[in-house]
């Protein structure tokens, strides 16, 4: 159930498109002008926040990423972390 609710609030984050999944984790595909090497380390580096760079998957390019649901506090600090990142 949280995990249905973290991946709809990640769907109300503008610039982030959210795949629907089954498992515990999503993919999101950001704008055009984010990589998500880059994404993925300022995150880390700024919130400590981990999110898996996609871009050496077969068929996704490097706008992916898989973003994992925890509880609900780390999920709630996970989608404000993602949509200030993708403010700057």
Known sequence: MECHRFFNDLTQIENLRVYPSQANF???????????????????????????????KTGLDQHYVRIAARIKKENQQIARSIEKELLC
């Open 26 to 56: 999503c993919l999101a595909r950001l704008p055009d002008h984010m990589a998500a090497p880059d994404f993925c380390l300022s995150l880390l580096k700024k919130e400590g926040v981990y999110l898996r760079d996609c871009s050496n």
